[in-house]
C-alpha cells in the first residue's frame, strides 16, 4: 500500500485546505480498517488528527472538532480520504501525514502505512 498526499500549502488565518490521500498498490490488509491523519509540529510530538473507519467511524482530535471534517470514497477499487479544514489557526500548522491500519473495537490501532507527508502552513 502506497499513501500518497496532496493538497497542503500556505493559508491565512480563517481560511480552508483540502487534503487528499489516494491508496495506491494492494488494499490495506484488513476486513476493518481505517485511513486518517497524523500531524507533526515543530518541537511537538505527532498527534492524530482524524481518522475514519472502512464502516464510517469517524474520530477527531479535540481542536480540531467543529472545523475538520474528514471523508471518504472508494473509486475503481481504490480508498481515498479527504480532510476537509476549516477556519484554520497557525497552531495547526505542521506536516500532515496521511496513515492507514487495523480498525479493531472502535479503536484505531497504531498506523502500519505513512505517507511523505505534505505541508500546511497558516500565517497570522
Known amino acids: 500500500v502506497q499513501l500518497v498526499e496532496s493538497g497542503g500549502g500556505l493559508v491565512q488565518t480563517g481560511g480552508s485546505l483540502r487534503l487528499s490521500c489516494a491508496a495506491n498498490?494492494?488494499?490495506?490488509?484488513?476486513?476493518?480498517?481505517?485511513m486518517g491523519w497524523y500531524r507533526q509540529a515543530p518541537g511537538k510530538q505527532r498527534e492524530l488528527v482524524a481518522f475514519?473507519?472502512?464502516?464510517?467511524?469517524?474520530?477527531?482530535t479535540g481542536s480540531v472538532k467543529g472545523r475538520f471534517t474528514i471523508s471518504r470514497d472508494r473509486d475503481n477499487a481504490k480508498d481515498t480520504v479527504y480532510l476537509q479544514m476549516d477556519i484554520l489557526k497557525p497552531e495547526d500548522t505542521a506536516v500532515y501525514y496521511c496513515?492507514?491500519?487495523?480498525?479493531?473495537?472502535?479503536?484505531?490501532?497504531?498506523?502500519?502505512?505513512w505517507g511523505q507527508g505534505t505541508q500546511v502552513t497558516v500565517s497570522s
Open positions: 498498490g494492494d488494499d490495506i490488509t484488513y476486513t476493518e480498517n481505517y
Open positions: 475514519i473507519s472502512n464502516g464510517g467511524s469517524t474520530g477527531y
Open positions: 496513515v492507514g491500519g487495523e480498525f479493531y473495537n472502535n479503536i484505531a490501532l497504531p498506523p502500519e502505512y
